[in-house]
């Protein structure tokens, strides 16, 4: 258990443990810390294809001290809290009650000293705000109580996660390798991949084929940032388990055109159960 002190309507960020020792007994001793509290996540998609203009971004709010500004941070890859990985971006002045913060594909290079060039397809970035107050104090995950991150209440935004995708321009059919099966293992395998049956959707021909009675499997783009959806559908039976079904789960599935890849993460069930959720990757 965490203590979580609320002062004048707003959270004093006072990092307490559950141990007697620790806690304050003198109210003055409090701090009103701050952070920031996300609005609208409004684009997490790095557009490969125009990666020095394209733009990420989040809508957020202050809470807390008043704020002079923020400063973005950023890591190639998924969350890392070790601050000496970060690499600065930008500061953001705080002028009004709501805000964004943005990062171009050309900001986000530069401050990781990489050419634009290798920004790529299902690449992620996670970016680190770190909120400043009027009066000087800085406060980001490395000193700000674990459970603002961790609580919905909060919806607190220390730090938030872009893809690089591209759109998808129709280019997916023939004859592709399975480079990762995590279900079946049919690592190495092939399939075949043909266009429709609608606009934007393409068909996997029995990707698994290790089961009986194969069926096919149907994967719905998203045209403009080749974000993928495969609805759920009977894709084959085991011995003991009929009518297996598959449907993509997550928010990191996607069909990338330029680099000729399907990336999707399958939950796979039965009238039986539910078996979990398995990560399938297709190249050409």
């Known amino acids: 258990m965490r203590k ?14 559950c141990r007697k020792e620790d ?20 684009n997490l998609l790095l557009d490969a294809s125009d990666a020095a203009a394209s733009t990420v971004s989040v809508v957020v709010r202050p809470v807390g001290s008043a704020l002079q500004k923020v400063i973005i941070y950023a890591v190639a890859g998924g969350p890392d809290p070790d601050e000496s990985n970060w690499k600065q971006v930008k500061e953001v002045p705080v002028t009004d009650s709501v805000f964004t913060l943005a990062v171009t594909g050309a900001e986000l290079a530069t401050a990781l000293d990489i050419p634009i060039s290798e920004i790529q397809p299902g690449t992620q970035y996670t970016f680190y705000n770190q909120t400043v107050t009027t009066d000087g104090r800085v406060y980001d995950i490395s000193n ?7 609580q919905p209440a909060f919806n607190s935004v ?30 190495g395998g092939t399939v075949e991949i043909v266009a429709g049956p609608g606009a934007n959707e393409i068909t996997l021909i029995t990707p698994f084929p290790f089961s009986a009675n194969a069926k096919n499997v149907i994967i719905q783009i998203d045209p403009v940032t080749g974000t993928a959806t495969v609805p759920k559908q009977i894709y084959g039976d085991y011995p003991g388990f009929p009518d297996l079904s598959v449907q993509s789960v997550g928010n990191s599935n996607f069909v990338f055109s330029c680099t000729e890849t399907i990336d999707i993460t399958l939950n796979h069930t039965s009238p039986a159960g539910n078996f979990g959720n398995y990560r399938l990757v297709i190249e050409r």
């Open 4 to 17: 979580i002190i609320v002062l004048s309507g707003i959270v004093s960020l006072v990092f307490l443990s």
């Open 23 to 42: 806690l304050i007994s003198d109210v003055s001793q409090y701090t009103i810390g701050s952070y920031l509290g996300l609005v609208e996540a409004e």
């Open 144 to 150: 700000t109580e674990d459970d603002i991150e961790g």
């Open 158 to 187: 220390f730090n938030w996660t872009a893809t690089v995708v591209c759109p998808y321009t129709n280019n997916m059919t023939g004859e592709f390798t399975i480079a990762l099966d995590e279900w079946d293992g049919n690592n």
